[in-house]
């Protein structure tokens, strides 16, 4: 079954904040390293990754001012957003709400690359362990380690906070809200 990229913004259907000719542009800026991983990717695998870190973006991220139109599918286009976000001060210039921002598609074009190589959703395999024996059966248990490092990672967050506040997974430590819901505004 074909996917379908919808970027088309405040669209009721849109499924993607960036278009892979965006995210292959994001790339090509970026690390030579993270270029080669992402050039790597089919078109098709590319463009189930930009829904995929549209749609966490979205659940993890609760974004300043209000969505433009109240049945969009996404959380951008927002209105009342201010250029320098959280950090304005002087004079207020806000962001274009007829589009979605360049740092969205980035942090989009970032996440997806990452989710390329890893899924930010699943819990580490040894998560909660501190020692593993076979013979003997010993478990030491490590609580401390069971702590998420988040399902968005520090690169995608430094794109975005100006902007908005990360909602930490369920079993996150400080830092959240705490929750995993949709939040909208």
Not at 37 to 49: D, F, I, M, N, Y
């Amino acid at each position: 079954m074909s996917l379908t990229l919808i970027t088309t913004p405040g669209a009721t259907n849109s499924n993607s904040y960036a278009t892979v000719a965006e995210a292959n542009t994001y790339h090509d800026s970026v690390r030579e390293q993270a270029d080669l991983v992402w050039s790597a990717l089919h078109e098709g695998k590319k463009e189930r990754l930009l829904v995929m870190a549209t749609r966490l973006i979205d659940e993890h991220f609760v974004f300043l001012g209000h969505e433009k139109n109240s049945d969009q599918a996404l959380h951008w286009p927002r209105t009342g957003v201010l250029k320098d976000g959280k950090y304005a001060s002087g004079l207020v210039d806000t962001i274009d709400n007829d589009t979605i921002p360049q740092f969205v598609k980035d942090a989009t074009a970032e996440f997806a690359r990452l989710l390329s190589a890893e899924d930010t959703t699943a819990d580490d395999d040894t998560a909660g362990f501190k020692q593993i024996m076979v013979q003997g059966i010993s478990l030491t248990m490590d609580q401390s380690s069971r702590i998420s490092k988040g399902v968005i990672r520090s690169s995608v967050y430094s794109i975005l906070r100006k902007y908005g506040d990360y909602i930490a997974p369920l079993n996150a430590g400080s830092g959240g809200i705490g929750q995993n819901r949709t939040v909208r505004s």
